[in-house]
């Protein structure tokens, strides 16, 4: 079972977003950086994959040399080899541009199933995947939270996390899975892993070695363009609701929300 | 010449769910505003008498695509026949809800028109006939306008629960027509074999009115029982906090903020929840917001409309209490 992860590395989710001077981008000045959570995921269940049927596990990475830690992050936890696209032409690709180049990664790859997080918690589009299925021609699964791969290693059986339930869908490999939080339990990377994934090969491509046409990715290939990022609307601090005890506070509010907020 | 804007209906076992309204109301204002027919996609198995609901919100005219392989959602058979309407019709705009449905079918669908998608958007207006849409990134830690280029249609999802609805008009006429389109079942490779319902008839988190979410301070998954209660009450949703989650509390399904679910309720009580900067992403959007907190200094106080320092214990059973005298 050759298994492929694709990640993306992402500001931590406690950072706090400040917009730039420019308005149109978010300032990364002290920003840590990390493997997107749901990615997180995706290397886990990759793994287990492994540990179970075999194979080999590769994780693809597209953006600057700092992704290099994240993809080497994956290879601590026991990712067998990892490639990495660092070309300035893909900045400020869109999510079909990025799912172009990883297609164009994959096509020289074999393997059974790619396994991506469910979006990325930078720009929360969750459309990499997608678009790499399609571009892939192969069937995908997004939101999985429990993965079944059937003896003879030729079909999946994936819980899909839907509105109120939970959808079990069956799938032929090779096929496109995308995680989401539950799936499993993703293991730490031991000091062993740490030195083991130094020596691990990690490949790092330009835009060019994959054949693609410079313009098809980056900005100029992208089909959403960003006019101005915002802030979000400041919330003001409401009200302290007043009261000697606590039934005297819940009692002061339900009346708020009953007669001021008209909410109940 | 592309014309008319379009809205993908969506239905789970044959009944409309409230995003279909939601999209046909957004659509109705844009369409308007455009001087276009608005026209609603509807796809399932035996569901034509429903499209005329559509018609009530607004919809010009709807196509509907009868089928069994399309009765329940699947990528394949959704992206193939709506691929296939596209191309015959070219709408300039298509409409999507940001449900789990509509997420996995934008994008695939985009990447098979090869054109660009806006998710999760939250508002929509039109500059030169284009589309121009507003979305959150980092979980509503900041909105990004986007436009598109080079999309024909441009798509979008909207987000559940934000876009108002129209007055239904019962006497507003609508053109239903059945779709043209070829299925193969050697496309279909994917097959929903179940859907486990979760237990109870709760609403999910992403589309309910009103949520009571439980945090660090709940001390344990067995004194949720106290904001069920006040849930059930009220007709909310029970959610949680990250930590709650990770602590083993509750289903991360539960889970509310940037590694769990968006929300934007009328009415969010956030009990022992401090109001950490993922968790506060999740919910700003929510109409009126309610912090239940011990400590004083918790930062949700600075995103509640009203604040209560005080011992959840105490509180909610309380204010259980309150609202059953009202209500």
Redo the contacts between chains.
Sequence with gaps: MNCIVCLKQV?D?????K?AQDGMS?VTDNVKWVMN??EEYAVEEALRLKEKLGGEVTVIGVGPKRVTESIRTALAMGADKGILVDDPSTIGS???GI?KILAAVIKDLSFDIILCGKQG???????V???L???LG??????V?KLEVSEDGSTI?AH?????????????LP?LVTA???LNEPRYASLPGIMKAKKKPLDIKTVADLGLDATQVGESG???????????EE?K?????EGET??E???N??????EE?K?? | MAQGIWIVAEQREGELRKISYELVSEGRRLADQLSQPLTAILLGSKVKEKAKELGKYGADKVIVADDERLATY???AY?TVIAQLAQAHEPVIILLGA???G??L???L???L???????CVSFSLENGNL?AK?????????????????VPQMATARPNVFELNEPNESRSTEVVDAEFSLDDSQL??????????AGS???L??AE?IVSGGRGMKGPENYNILEELADL?AATVGASRSA?DAGWR???D?VG???KVVSP??YIACGISG???HLAGM??S????AINKDPEAPI???????????LF???P??T???R???
């Design positions: 500001p989710t406690e950072t706090q977003i917009i978010v959570p749901y869109d999510s079909l799912a918690v930078d720009d929360d589009y969750g459309v995947g997608s678009g299925a399609e571009l192969i069937p995908q699964i997004s939101v939270v059986k899909k996390e839907v509105e109120g339930g939970t959808l079990i869908i069956e799938s032929p096929a989401q939080k539950g992208s089909k959403i363009k960003i006019v101005q990022l915002t802030p979000p919330r601090a409401g009200q302290i609701v606590p039934q506070k819940a009692a509010l339900a009346k708020l929300l009953h907020a909410i109940i | 699947t990528t394949d992206v449900s789990v449905q997420k996995d934008s994008g695939r985009a990447a098979r090869g054109v660009g998608v806006a998710q999760e121009v979305r959150p990134i980092y979980a509503g830690k900041a909105y990004a306008t986007v436009t598109f280029k080079d999309s490779k994917t097959k929903v074999v179940e859907f486990q319902q979760e709760k609403v999910d992403t589309e009103r009220i989650v289903p991360h399904s889970q940037q590694t769990g009328n009415l950490a900067i993922q700003s959007t109409k009126v917001i309610v106080f600075q995103k509640a409309d009203y604040g209560v320092i005080g011992d105490d509180v909610i309380a204010l209490e309150e609202i005298k009202i209500i």
